[in-house]
């Protein structure tokens, strides 16, 4: 049964790195959680590692700048690994072919396709319609307040041309401060429930953890499954991530799911216990708010 704890600190000596989720969990897409700041920079001061693992389509440079703009601090993480880093170079290796129909916003697009160095040698990405295009590059849809389902017609012409779209942001929806926004995951859902073939590279899916492991590894650090603890509130993404890694995980109930798990300052046991039995999954610890 999943064990509800007080603090991070409860359990984070049993740990040597944390996979840590940004939204929902360290800050609301707004502003920075000063509790969440708080534990990660405690839990570094005693010599754990921080890895910020994020399905932000954005690369992890555009990250970081968005995490000083919210407030959180620069010395309560060590590294950063974006979904947005593993789909771009999914990208750039061709998954979907250099003439691409891109949905997203117009800032992720600029991020997302400017042009990648490789061996000295620039490799481009070229936008065209969609009646021109190779494959799909999906950041998340045009509108992240619109029904997805507005995009149905072009996906449906797009499935009859057999293209594949890179979803460079699994997650379904996100909370922006009170208002829920769609994302990238929401299209990609629909384009395969539509029998088209979609691409991931974001949680739950592995090509973000070897990443994740990467950063750790470039930080001189080497750590086994058993001492990482991954930390968020995404029970179909963050959480399944880690079960599918053979992770710790520690849900975070005060996110997406608050409203299921009845969550104020710490979850109802009985909500809780009946949303992971609904859900078929297994946290090894939850908490209200990452604190």
């Given at each position: 049964?999943t064990?509800?704890?007080s603090?991070?600190?409860?359990?984070?000596?049993?740990?040597?790195?944390?996979?840590?989720?940004?939204?929902?969990c360290?800050?609301?897409?707004v502003k920075?959680?000063p509790?969440?700041?708080?534990?990660?920079?405690?839990?570094?001061?005693?010599?754990g590692?921080?890895?910020l693992?994020t399905?932000?389509?954005r690369?992890?440079g555009?990250?970081?700048?968005?995490?000083?703009?919210?407030?959180?601090?620069?010395?309560a993480?060590d590294?950063?690994?974006?979904?947005?880093d593993?789909?771009?170079?999914a990208?750039?290796?061709g998954?979907?072919?250099?003439?691409?129909?891109?949905?997203g916003?117009?800032?992720e697009k600029?991020s997302?396709?400017k042009?990648?160095?490789?061996?000295?040698?620039p490799?481009?990405?070229?936008?065209?319609?969609?009646?021109?295009?190779?494959?799909?590059?999906?950041?998340?849809?045009?509108?992240p307040?619109?029904?997805?389902?507005?995009?149905r017609?072009?996906?449906?012409?797009?499935?009859t041309?057999?293209?594949?779209?890179?979803?460079a942001?699994?997650d379904i929806?996100?909370?922006?401060?009170?208002?829920?926004e769609?994302?990238?995951g929401a299209?990609?859902q629909l384009?395969t429930?539509?029998?088209g073939?979609?691409?991931?590279?974001?949680?739950?899916?592995?090509?973000?953890?070897?990443?994740?492991?990467?950063?750790?590894?470039a930080?001189?650090?080497?750590?086994?499954?058993?001492?990482?603890l991954?930390?968020?509130?995404?029970?179909?993404?963050?959480?399944q991530?880690?079960?599918?890694?053979d992770?710790d995980?520690?849900?975070i109930t005060?996110?997406?799911?608050?409203?299921e798990?009845?969550?104020k300052?710490?979850?109802?046991?009985e909500?809780l216990?009946?949303?992971?039995?609904k859900?078929?999954?297994?946290p090894?610890y939850?908490?209200?708010?990452?604190r």
């Open positions: 049964m064990q509800i704890i603090s991070l600190a409860d359990i984070s000596d049993r740990y040597d790195a944390l996979f840590v989720d940004l939204w929902g360290v800050h609301n897409g920075a959680f509790d969440a700041c708080d534990a990660l920079i405690a839990y570094r001061q005693r010599g590692t921080v890895i693992v399905n932000s389509p690369p992890r555009s990250v970081e700048k968005q995490l000083d703009g919210f407030g959180v601090p620069t010395d993480w590294a950063i690994a974006t979904s947005g593993s789909a771009r170079a990208a750039f290796d998954a979907v072919g250099h003439k691409v129909y891109f949905i916003l117009e800032e600029d997302f396709l042009p990648l160095t490789i061996q000295d040698k490799i481009h990405i070229e936008t065209v319609p969609l009646d021109q295009a190779e494959g799909i590059v999906c950041t998340g849809p045009f509108d307040l619109a029904d997805p389902e507005d995009l017609p072009g996906l449906l012409y797009a499935k041309k057999g293209l594949k779209l890179l979803c942001n699994p929806v996100v909370d922006r401060g009170e208002r829920r769609w994302c990238a299209v990609a384009y429930e539509m029998g073939e979609s691409l991931y590279f974001g949680k739950p899916h592995p090509p973000i953890y070897d990443l994740a492991r990467r950063r750790l590894q930080l001189g650090k080497s750590v086994g499954p058993e001492g990482i991954a930390i968020g509130d995404g029970i179909a993404t963050d959480i991530g880690a079960m599918g890694e992770i995980s520690l849900f005060g996110g997406l799911a608050a409203s798990t009845k969550t300052d710490q979850p109802d046991q909500a216990n009946a949303y992971l039995d859900e078929k999954s297994n090894t939850a908490i209200g708010f990452l």
